[in-house]
């Protein structure tokens, strides 16, 4: 018997995938709540959302990382549930604790969950003691310089000092030879007591031309687990992706089934609950586990696409305590799927853009989504991160996705900021991107950073 | 559809009286001729209720915006819920036409289980309390006029 799904949720987050989550809940009959700062009073999915409360002035600090605010819109709005999007408190442990103290649901795994899957090591060696394949490195955290530089030059340069606390590309440093360790291990571990309020390191091979494929998994509260498939981001700049496809060019059928197989056994290991998605670097037809997000990912729609699944409203049900609606033998992967983060930034310079938007024309036709809460007229404000749209393509074959984001983008028109409109242009006319050619290193040497 | 000259006069009045009051919108019609004069954009969806307006009480949104601007306005500094008196059962802290000091507590807004005094931030008259007891209040949201 299928249970009833919450009444009202609380979106806690803003831009466009908080659009995409109020979306999600108008189509299971949810009421929702939108939370703002008061830079964002005008953004599109307040202006749809059921209720609306402001919570605090316009830098994050303020608005949308205040927990009380957060709690105690929740308790005067009467909310069921509270989804927390991507970034933001998604991804926080103390976050999710207090919702649940709070009698919320929050719309994810367990805290325990969100923590052990923080600490880098800590994942790894889940990873590792649950069979996944994860990088070489040392085991565990590193203590002292010396200990580094004899598991280095044991392991082979390069080597990479890694915080323990760190994630997304951030808190790393690279060493390229056993002259180097020494300074790479001491600058990573006082950045990382900065950036991070702690200075564990540890140590991982770095690898040389890999691309970063990852697996998005979904777990119920009744034992059911499935995977849903790889996406390939290695496009990306200062780690940060640029641009999405899936399935990955680089993988066949027989690879994607295996690391999905052993994928899922590992979450269900686990007793994992909601979505997932599980990051590796990929070599020489090899895996190796980097780390695994336990939330929603930006990149998320393009794996709808490709196997036509709310992923929003699986991680909805399974939060009510519904079981997944599909086994494992009912997903299957339909054509080709792309998607262009667009961003507030200059093209060349990558500077941020944010103003008003002029003239703003979407694409469409068959094939074409599009992700964003802009609006001519809408301004873009200046205290968050610059992505405001995303475009989603699908076609039948990569061929016909790549023909129709090229397509798509000629049409697009966002006027009043600049965006990275013109470098996906670029890119889709590139003769390596095209061939599905590329690895995490190339769109740097693209776009000339290298 | 009849021609109709355009009357200035008309349309002068209703852009003052759409001032006046802090209004969006305004349409008047005579027979079969109406003109709208608007001051947001057409087509966007329109803003949804906030918690305070959901009680039905006539809260004059359309004052809202001139009430923010209001160098007397005192304005909420957190999400929580509104409490005019210092227990329930007691007198509230203040009522309209009350003379206040500054720093002066009008009344308190609970969040998290802790009451925080609301203050004023200048002396002067109350002339209009818009926030309810037991009312849900946002960020930014104006409880208070002092004149």
């Known amino acids: ?450 | 559809m009849a021609k109709h000259s355009i009357d200035e006069g008309v349309i002068e009045q209703l852009v003052k009286l759409l001032d006046e009051h802090g209004l969006t919108e305004l349409e008047y019609g005579e027979g079969r001729w109406h003109v709208r004069v608007s001051r947001a954009a057409a087509g966007l969806p329109a803003a949804p209720p906030t918690p305070g307006s959901e009680s039905g009480e006539p809260d004059v949104p359309q004052n809202r915006e001139s009430a923010a601007a209001h160098p007397g306005a005192v304005t909420s500094p957190m999400v929580g819920t509104v409490y005019v008196a210092p227990e329930p059962g007691a007198d509230p802290f203040i009522k309209v036409g009350d003379t206040v000091g500054e720093g002066q507590t009008l009344l308190l807004i609970e969040a998290m289980k802790t009451m925080n005094t609301i203050c004023a931030h200048r002396p002067g008259r109350v002339s209009k309390i818009l926030a309810q007891n037991a009312s849900p209040v946002e960020f930014g949201e104006v409880l208070i006029i002092i004149d």
């Open chain 1, 1 to 450: 018997m299928e249970p009833r799904v919450f009444d009202k949720v609380l979106i806690a987050n803003r831009g466009e995938i908080a659009l995409r989550i109020h979306r999600a809940c108008k189509e299971m009959g949810i009421s929702t709540v939108a939370v703002h700062s008061t830079a964002d009073a005008d953004a599109m999915h307040v202006r749809l959302a059921d209720e609306s409360v402001c919570i605090g002035e316009a830098p994050a600090s303020e608005s949308y990382l205040n927990t009380a605010a957060l709690l105690t819109a929740a308790t005067i709005t009467n909310t069921d549930a509270i989804h927390p999007g991507y970034g933001l408190l998604s991804e926080n442990a103390e976050f999710s604790e207090m919702v649940l103290e709070h009698g919320f649901v929050f719309i994810g795994p367990s805290p325990d969950h969100i923590r052990m899957m923080g600490d880098k090591i800590t994942a790894k060696d889940t990873m590792k003691r649950l069979r996944v394949p994860v990088v070489p490195g040392s085991d565990g955290l590193v203590d002292n310089e010396e200990e580094a530089r004899k598991l280095a030059d044991g392991m082979g340069y390069p080597v990479l000092v890694k915080a323990s606390g760190g994630g997304g590309g951030r808190g790393m440093k690279l060493a390229e030879s056993t002259d180097e360790i020494g300074t790479a291990f001491s600058t990573a571990r006082s950045e990382a007591m900065a950036c991070f309020g702690n200075d564990e390191v540890y140590l991982e091979k770095f690898l040389g031309q890999p691309r970063h494929i990852e697996i998005q998994v979904l777990a119920d509260s009744h034992g059911g687990v499935i995977h849903l498939g790889d996406r390939d981001c290695s496009l990306q700049r200062r780690h940060q992706k640029v641009l999405e496809e899936a399935p990955s060019p680089a993988l066949n059928t027989e690879e994607r089934d295996a690391i999905g197989a052993r994928v899922t056994e590992a979450i269900g290991s686990l007793g994992y609950l909601g979505a997932g998605t599980l990051e590796f670097l990929y070599e020489n037809g090899q895996f190796y586990f980097i780390e695994m997000n336990t939330r929603l990912q930006v990149e998320h729609p393009i794996t709808e696409m490709i196997t036509g699944i709310d992923i929003v409203r699986e991680q909805i049900r399974i939060a009510a305590g519904a079981k997944l609606s599909y086994a494992q033998e009912d997903i299957s992967f339909t054509g080709h799927a792309i998607e262009c983060r667009i961003n507030a930034e200059s093209p060349v310079t990558f500077t941020p853009a944010p103003g008003r938007i002029g003239d703003y024309h979407p694409p469409g036709g068959l094939g074409v989504r599009v992700d964003s809460g802009i609006y001519a007229g809408y301004v873009v404000p200046p205290y968050y991160d610059s992505l405001i749209a995303k475009l989603i393509i699908h076609g039948q074959t990569r061929n016909e996705a790549l023909m129709r984001l090229r397509r798509a983008l000629h049409e697009y028109v966002i006027e009043g900021v600049e965006t990275t409109i013109p470098l996906h242009r670029l890119l889709c006319e590139n003769a390596d991107f095209v061939n599905g050619d590329y690895d995490i290193l190339w769109l740097e040497k693209f776009v000339g950073l290298e």
